[in-house]
């Protein structure tokens, strides 16, 4: 098993910038590719980033150019720097883990944090 913990939600002016962390505890490996989805009021959880187990990184084309996620697999954690905020980010943010990166980036991955909120006014 996998514990996801999220960190570092908060309230932020459009054009911001903040930095969420996923800490990964458990059976935690550096070959788990991990990502990021969100949920906003009335809407599906999207998929946002996610990074495979080598580096590679996908992005929502919503927020290619302005979200970046790395991680430290030292540290077993996943970071989503998020900068140039809209209020459309607005959102409950989760951490999501698997082995397989297609289950990451499709929402099946087998492991998921309870969520931070981000919540970016205009």
């Given at each position: 098993q996998v514990q996801l913990v999220e960190s570092g939600g908060g309230?932020?002016?459009a054009g911001g910038s903040l930095r969420l962390s996923?800490?990964?505890?458990?059976?935690t490996s550096s070959s788990y590719a991990m990502g990021w989805?969100?949920?906003?009021?009335?809407?599906?959880?999207?998929?946002?980033?996610?990074?495979?187990?080598?580096?590679?990184?996908?992005?929502?084309?919503?927020v290619k150019g302005r979200f970046t996620i790395s991680r430290d697999n030292?540290?077993?954690?996943?970071?989503l720097q998020m900068n140039s905020l809209k209020p459309e980010d607005t959102?409950?943010?989760y951490c999501t883990a698997d082995t397989s990166t297609r289950a990451?980036?499709?929402?099946?991955?087998?492991?998921?944090?309870q969520g931070t909120q981000v919540t970016v006014s205009s």
């Open positions: 309230l932020v002016q996923c800490a990964a505890s458990g059976r989805f969100r949920q906003a009021p009335g809407k599906e959880r999207e998929f946002v980033v996610a990074i495979s187990p080598s580096g590679v990184t996908t992005s929502h084309a919503a030292a540290k077993n954690t996943v970071y959102a409950v943010y990451v980036v499709d929402g099946t991955g087998n492991f998921w944090g």
